[in-house]
């Protein structure tokens, strides 16, 4: 008998608590309504917002707890040439509307709504990868970060579309790459401009290296006229890591040569062999020796 009392009590209790004016916060959903498929918002449009409302205990508790407070936007009441306004009366107005007319709205997190949007077709631009890749150990990047997708479509609400002829993505590194990777790069945002997608898929490349070696003629370099350098000999074996792919390449595209100044340093018939261009896909090229026997030769006037 004396719980049932104790429950009792603490039920009247309840029940006054709940006619004193009480202040409590709620996150509000924003739905907007009647929207055209041919409408796009340039603004971010937000999906909810905080509201702190004072109202009696029972009011409190119907409107803003058992009921999810939502407020519905209707386009067609609040948009006008590619504006779309709630200002704070009207905001103040679609809140008493769902908590009730007898609520207090004591602070929002924003105050009045102004999104733009446009029904213009999109423009459809390239994307530049801002990505910087590197693989692991054993392996090496195949070409340039490529994006899956052809293109992302731009909209603005005036012309600022019209000076966009590309976009590019956020800076992204990333190392220690063994296999061919996709990743999401997020799109760089544009004053005034929306981007459609925001984000895309990249495919980074990754090929394992493959030891190759072959023999390479030896160039000359800075022989005056009239003089001419005979090389003996002439091809160096050279060897190099190379993707897999490029392995059947027939061409070696390597350049070794020797340089005529170098006759006037060294002494002996002897000048030394520098690896001086090969491409960004080559890793560790090496001349199997260092140096070639050569002689002079001056053409006679």
Known sequence: MF????FVATLFWFILKLN?????????????????????????RPSDIHVTVRDKGTNILRSGVIKNPVIDVNFRDYSNSGVLRLSKSDLTAELKSSFGSS????????DSLRLLYTEEPGKRVPVEVKIHAEASSGNVIAGTPVPLTSGVLIYSFGNEKDTVNRVRTKPLNIRGLSQTTEVTAHIQ???????VPDTVKVRINVEPLVHKEG????????V?????????????PVSYYIPMSKFSDGDIPLTVTVDYKDTHIYKGNRLPLTITSYPPFIVNPEVKSDSVEYTLVRRNR
């Not at 945002?189 to 981007?195: A, E, F, L, Q, T």
């Open 224 to 236: 005056p006229s009239g003089e001419q350098l005979l090389l003996f000999p002439n091809t160096v």
């Open 189 to 195: 945002p544009i004053n005034g401009i929306k981007i």
């Open 3 to 6: 719980l049932i009392f104790v």
């Open 20 to 44: 004193d004016s009480v202040t409590q916060t709620f996150r509000v959903r924003l739905n907007f309504e009647n929207v055209p498929d041919s409408v796009v918002f340039i603004s971010n």
């Open 103 to 110: 609520v207090q709205i004591v602070s929002t997190s924003i």
């Open 215 to 222: 023999l390479v003629k030896v160039e000359t370099r800075g």
